[in-house]
T-cell receptor, first 112, second 110 residues
């Protein structure tokens, strides 16, 4: 069964550094998403992406965040200058039109 | 921001019994509802989705939707220890954005 893949599984970064989280969505999906989950809290929506542009973003997704689909397969989330409070699990998801979203295994981001 | 509410549990059920998980949502206009299972330290895994009032069955799982009362539930029949996990209720909002509840932690006791 096709799946969403994310790399790396764990990223440790110094505060203030840039980090890029990578995702390969399911190949025939057209809608891509990033969510995050701080330890012990709800899964929170960050951003959705369709047709090479952002469809919707949350209040969390401020100017420090950006997304990109640099080629036909990858979907990336960049955090420009990381803060301690960015420590969380980051999940990429993808879906077809009006179809349920399928999640990758996540990247655990630890900011020191 | 639409709200999705779940009892955080823990909900403890003996093996072989029916586990019943409930979720309420704030927006009467919501149309699409999802149940995800999340094992500790893992990602959400889609279990069921339901769009229409009534019941939808898939193996040991049944999703129930009541739009008038704004609740959606998940029944797990013949509960197994491997069903022990956190169950997340989610509602579609806007451009396919999912709004999640805080999850109900379910423990199946052998």
């Amino acid at each position: 069964e096709p799946e969403v893949t994310q790399t790396p599984s764990h990223q440790v970064t110094q505060m203030g550094q840039e980090v890029i989280l990578r995702c390969v969505p399911i190949s025939n999906h057209l809608y891509f998403y990033w969510y995050r989950q701080i330890l012990g809290q709800k899964v929170e929506f960050l951003v959705s992406f369709y047709n090479n542009e952002i469809s919707e973003k949350s209040e969390i997704f401020d100017d420090q965040f950006s997304v990109e689909r640099p080629d036909g397969s990858n979907f990336t989330l960049k955090i420009r200058s990381t803060k301690l409070e960015d420590s969380a699990m980051y999940f990429c998801a993808s879906s077809g039109r009006n179809q349920p979203q399928h999640f990758g295994d996540g990247t655990r981001l630890s900011i020191l | 921001q639409k709200e999705v509410e779940q009892n955080s549990g823990p909900l403890s059920v003996p093996e072989g019994a029916i586990a019943s998980l409930n979720c309420t949502y704030s927006d009467r206009g919501s149309q699409s509802f999802f149940w995800y299972r999340q094992y500790s330290g893992k990602s959400p895994e889609l279990i069921m989705f339901i769009y229409s009032n009534g019941d939808k069955e898939d193996g040991r799982f049944t999703a129930q939707l009541n739009k008038a009362s704004q609740y959606v539930s998940l029944l797990i029949r013949d509960s197994q220890p491997s069903d022990s996990a956190t169950y997340l209720c989610a509602v579609w909002e806007g451009a396919q954005k999912l709004v999640f509840g805080q999850g109900t932690r379910l423990t199946i006791n052998p």
